[in-house]
């Protein structure tokens, strides 16, 4: 596994390969199985109607994790995350059709503190965001010393 490391390459503003996901009804049911999140807000349309949700929606810790996916590709190792927030904002509504819906997630360098980097991530379905406030700190790895330096730091 391959672990970002602090570099002049990791500054303040420098952004993560962003992320698109299409979200289909078939994925809210997987995750249903495996979180044991069976609520019927992520199934039914007359459920979502009747709590006045504009369609059936995805699961909120799905949309979340999803999100920290940019984080965690970026790092290359999920043990490097030391914090995670998110506010949710809107709901994600997944359609009844084979296409689903894509949700854009990116993120941005906004702080370093020693080697501790502090990400600040949006999520976009259609023209809203999603999640607000979303931030992960990572820890990442020190710089390597560069090649052939000897004890004294000299290189050669």
Not at 92 to 107: C, I, K, L, N, R
Request: proline share 6%; charged share 15%.
């Amino acid at each position: 596994m391959v672990t970002r490391s602090l570099t002049a390459e990791v500054s303040v503003g420098s952004i993560l390969p962003p992320l698109t996901v299409r979200f289909t009804r078939a994925d809210l049911v997987r995750y249903a199985g495996a979180s044991t999140d069976f609520n019927p807000i992520h199934y039914s349309e007359r459920f979502a109607a009747a709590v006045g949700l504009p369609g059936v929606i995805a699961h909120g810790m799905l949309t979340m994790a999803t999100a920290l996916r940019v984080v965690t590709d970026w790092v290359g190792d999920p043990t490097q995350v030391r914090s995670y927030f998110v506010r949710f904002t809107k709901p994600v509504v997944v359609p009844d059709d084979d296409h689903g819906v894509a949700v854009m997630f990116s993120g941005t360098v906004t702080a370093l503190d020693g080697t501790v980097a502090t990400i600040s991530l949006d999520a976009v379905c259609g023209d809203q965001k999603v999640l607000g406030a979303a931030r992960a700190e990572v820890e990442l790895q020190p710089a390597p010393a560069p090649t052939g330096a000897g004890t004294d730091g000299r290189v050669g």
